[in-house]
C-alpha cells in the first residue's frame, strides 16, 4: 500500500498571492487596452481606405519592429530588472494610445493632411515597446511564484485573464466606437493603460535570478538559441504554434467579413473579435480544475488541428451566429495548446535564461500573429478573404501532419511534476 499523501489541487493556490493578483489585474488592462485599440485601428484603417491590404500591413507594421529587437529584448531581460523594463515598455504605450488619441480630435489635422501613415508609425512604435516586453513579462512572472509546482497554475490563471481581456476587449471596443465614437473609443484605451501601469508599479521589485554562467551579450544570445534548437520538444512545440497561428489566423480579416460577408457592422466585428475568447476563457478555467499532464503533446496535436478544422469551416461560413461558433471553438483550441507550450518554456527553462527564451518564442509566436495577418491580407487582395482563411487552415492541417510523424518526443511527452529544467 502507498502511503505517500497525495498533494490536493488547489486551483486557487497562485491567487491567494496578492502580488500575482496585482500582475493579472496590470495584464487585464493592458490587455483589455491593446484589444481594443487593435479593433478600433482596425476599423479606421479600413474605413479610410477600403483596402483589404491595408490590414495586412497593420499586423506587418509592429511584427517587423518586434522581431528585430526581440533577441536584444530577451537579453535585456536577462541582465536588467524585469519589472523596470515592464514599467518602461508600458509608459511607451500610453504616449502610442495618447497619439492615437489625439489624432481623432478637433484639433488635430494629421489625419487629413497625411491619411493612414501616422497610424502606420504609431504602430511601429508600439511594435518596439512589445518586443521589449514579451520578454519581460514572462520572465517576470516565475519570480512572483515562489513553488514552480504552481507554475502550471499560475500560467493557466494568466492565460485565463489575457483570454477574458480578449474576449471582454473587442466586444468593448466594438461597442464604444459603434455607439459613442472612435475617440471615445481611445479614451477607454488610454484609462486601461494608465490602471495598468499603476498596478505594475505597486509591484515590488524583484533581484534578477543567480546566472550560473555569466557572458557577454553575443555569447549570451548564443546560449539561449542554442537551448531552444537543442531541446526538440520546446523548438517542435513552438515551431507548430508558430505555423498554426502563421498560417491559420483570420483575426486581421474579421473587419471584411464583418463587413462584407456577414454584414453585421463594428459591433458585430467586436463579437467576432471576442468569440475566439469566450472559448479560450471556458477551456483555460475547466484547464485550472483539471490540468492537463498525461498524453499533453497528443492533445496539443489533436487541438491544434481542430483549430485549423474550425477555422475553415469559419471561413466557409456565411451565417453570423455559425461564424461565432467556430470561432468559440478555434479559441478553446487554441487556449489547450497555449497553456501546454507555456507550462513546458517555464518548466523546462533555467531562470536566469527565461528572457531569452521567450524572446526566441516571440518571434516564434507572438511576431506570427502580426506575420499571419500579414500573409492573411496579402493573400485575400490575390484571392479574396475566404479563399486566404480557408486555405490557411488546410496548411495548418498539413503542418500538424508532418509535425505528428517527425517529433516523437512531443507525441510522447507527458506534463509531469517531475520534469526538471534541462
Same mark, same amino acid.
Given at each position: 500500500?502507498?502511503?505517500?499523501?497525495?498533494?490536493?489541487?488547489?486551483?486557487?493556490?497562485?491567487?491567494?498571492?496578492?502580488?500575482?493578483?496585482?500582475?493579472?489585474?496590470?495584464?487585464?488592462?493592458?490587455?483589455?487596452?491593446?484589444?481594443?485599440?487593435?479593433?478600433?485601428?482596425?476599423?479606421?484603417? !479600413?474605413?479610410?481606405?477600403?483596402?483589404?491590404?491595408?490590414?495586412?500591413?497593420?499586423?506587418?507594421?509592429?511584427?517587423?519592429?518586434?522581431?528585430?529587437?526581440?533577441? !536584444?529584448?530577451?537579453?535585456?531581460?536577462?541582465?536588467?530588472?524585469?519589472?523596470?523594463?515592464?514599467?518602461?515598455?508600458?509608459?511607451?504605450?500610453?504616449?502610442?494610445?495618447?497619439?492615437?488619441?489625439?489624432?481623432?480630435?478637433?484639433?488635430?489635422?494629421?489625419?487629413?493632411?497625411?491619411?493612414?501613415?501616422?497610424? !502606420?508609425?504609431?504602430?511601429?512604435?508600439?511594435?518596439?515597446?512589445?518586443?521589449?516586453?514579451?520578454?519581460?513579462?514572462?520572465?517576470?512572472?516565475?519570480?512572483?511564484?515562489?513553488?514552480?509546482?504552481?507554475?502550471?497554475?499560475?500560467?493557466?490563471?494568466?492565460?485565463?485573464?489575457?483570454?477574458?481581456?480578449?474576449?471582454?476587449?473587442?466586444?468593448?471596443?466594438?461597442?464604444?466606437?459603434?455607439? !459613442?465614437?472612435?475617440?471615445?473609443?481611445?479614451?477607454?484605451?488610454?484609462?486601461?493603460?494608465?490602471?495598468?501601469?499603476?498596478?505594475?508599479?505597486?509591484?515590488?521589485?524583484?533581484?534578477?535570478?543567480?546566472?550560473?554562467?555569466?557572458?557577454?551579450?553575443?555569447?549570451?544570445?548564443?546560449?539561449?538559441?542554442?537551448?531552444?534548437?537543442?531541446?526538440?520538444?520546446?523548438?517542435?512545440?513552438?515551431?507548430?504554434?508558430?505555423?498554426?497561428?502563421?498560417?491559420?489566423?483570420?483575426?486581421?480579416?474579421?473587419?471584411?467579413?464583418?463587413?462584407?460577408?456577414?454584414?453585421?457592422?463594428?459591433?458585430?466585428?467586436?463579437?467576432?473579435?471576442?468569440?475566439?475568447?469566450?472559448?479560450?476563457?471556458?477551456?483555460?478555467?475547466?484547464?485550472?480544475?483539471?490540468?492537463?499532464?498525461?498524453?499533453?503533446?497528443?492533445?496539443?496535436?489533436?487541438?491544434?488541428?481542430?483549430?485549423?478544422?474550425?477555422?475553415?469551416?469559419?471561413?466557409?461560413?456565411?451565417?453570423?451566429?455559425?461564424?461565432?461558433?467556430?470561432?468559440?471553438?478555434?479559441?478553446?483550441?487554441?487556449?489547450?495548446?497555449?497553456?501546454?507550450?507555456?507550462?513546458?518554456?517555464?518548466?523546462?527553462?533555467?531562470?536566469?535564461?527565461?528572457?531569452?527564451?521567450?524572446?526566441?518564442?516571440?518571434?516564434?509566436?507572438?511576431?506570427?500573429?502580426?506575420?499571419?495577418?500579414?500573409?492573411?491580407?496579402?493573400?485575400?487582395?490575390?484571392?479574396?478573404?475566404?479563399?486566404?482563411?480557408?486555405?490557411?487552415?488546410?496548411?495548418?492541417?498539413?503542418?500538424?501532419?508532418?509535425?505528428?510523424?517527425?517529433?516523437?518526443?512531443?507525441?510522447?511527452?507527458?506534463?509531469?511534476?517531475?520534469?526538471?529544467?534541462?
Amino acid at each position: 500500500m502507498n502511503d505517500k499523501p497525495t498533494r490536493r489541487h488547489d486551483p486557487y493556490a497562485v491567487l491567494r498571492l496578492p502580488e500575482f493578483r496585482l500582475y493579472i489585474s496590470a495584464r487585464l488592462c493592458i490587455t483589455l487596452a491593446m484589444q481594443i485599440q487593435a479593433v478600433v485601428v482596425g476599423w479606421q484603417i !479600413y474605413a479610410i481606405t477600403n483596402d483589404v491590404f491595408s490590414l495586412g500591413l497593420i499586423g506587418l507594421a509592429e511584427a517587423i519592429p518586434s522581431i528585430f529587437v526581440s533577441l !536584444y529584448a530577451g537579453y535585456v531581460a536577462d541582465t536588467v530588472p524585469r519589472k523596470r523594463i515592464i514599467v518602461t515598455v508600458v509608459a511607451v504605450l500610453m504616449f502610442c494610445s495618447l497619439a492615437l488619441l489625439y489624432f481623432t480630435m478637433d484639433i488635430s489635422r494629421v489625419l487629413p493632411l497625411y491619411g493612414v501613415l501616422p497610424i !502606420y508609425v504609431v504602430i511601429f512604435i508600439s511594435g518596439i515597446a512589445r518586443g521589449f516586453m514579451g520578454p519581460a513579462v514572462f520572465s517576470f512572472m516565475p519570480q512572483l511564484v515562489a513553488d514552480k509546482q504552481l507554475y502550471a497554475n499560475a500560467i493557466t490563471w494568466s492565460s485565463t485573464t489575457w483570454q477574458a481581456a480578449s474576449l471582454v476587449g473587442p466586444a468593448l471596443g466594438g461597442l464604444v466606437y459603434g455607439f !459613442y465614437g472612435i475617440t471615445a473609443a481611445y479614451a477607454v484605451d488610454v484609462l486601461l493603460v494608465l490602471l495598468s501601469l499603476m498596478a505594475f508599479a505597486l509591484i515590488g521589485g524583484k533581484a534578477l535570478p543567480e546566472n550560473v554562467n555569466p557572458q557577454n551579450m553575443v555569447d549570451s544570445l548564443r546560449s539561449g538559441l542554442r537551448f531552444v534548437f537543442g531541446n526538440q520538444v520546446i523548438l517542435n512545440a513552438i515551431s507548430l504554434d508558430m505555423f498554426a497561428v502563421l498560417f491559420g489566423g483570420a483575426v486581421a480579416l474579421l473587419p471584411v467579413f464583418a463587413s462584407d460577408i456577414l454584414l453585421v457592422g463594428p459591433q458585430g466585428l467586436g463579437f467576432l473579435r471576442a468569440a475566439p475568447a469566450v472559448g479560450s476563457v471556458a477551456m483555460a478555467i475547466w484547464m485550472a480544475y483539471h490540468p492537463i499532464t498525461l498524453k499533453a503533446g497528443k492533445i496539443m496535436l489533436w487541438c491544434v488541428a481542430g483549430f485549423g478544422l474550425s477555422l475553415i469551416f469559419f471561413g466557409l461560413s456565411t451565417s453570423f451566429w455559425l461564424s461565432l461558433v467556430l470561432l468559440v471553438l478555434s479559441g478553446a483550441f487554441d487556449s489547450i495548446s497555449v497553456i501546454i507550450r507555456s507550462t513546458l518554456l517555464h518548466t523546462l527553462t533555467p531562470e536566469y535564461m527565461k528572457g531569452r527564451v521567450s524572446s526566441v518564442n516571440s518571434i516564434f509566436i507572438g511576431s506570427s500573429n502580426e506575420i499571419g495577418a500579414f500573409r492573411a491580407g496579402a493573400m485575400a487582395k490575390v484571392m479574396g478573404a475566404v479563399p486566404s482563411v480557408v486555405l490557411g487552415g488546410a496548411i495548418t492541417l498539413l503542418v500538424v501532419g508532418v509535425t505528428a510523424l517527425k517529433a516523437d518526443k512531443l507525441r510522447k511527452l507527458d506534463l509531469t511534476p517531475e520534469l526538471e529544467p534541462v
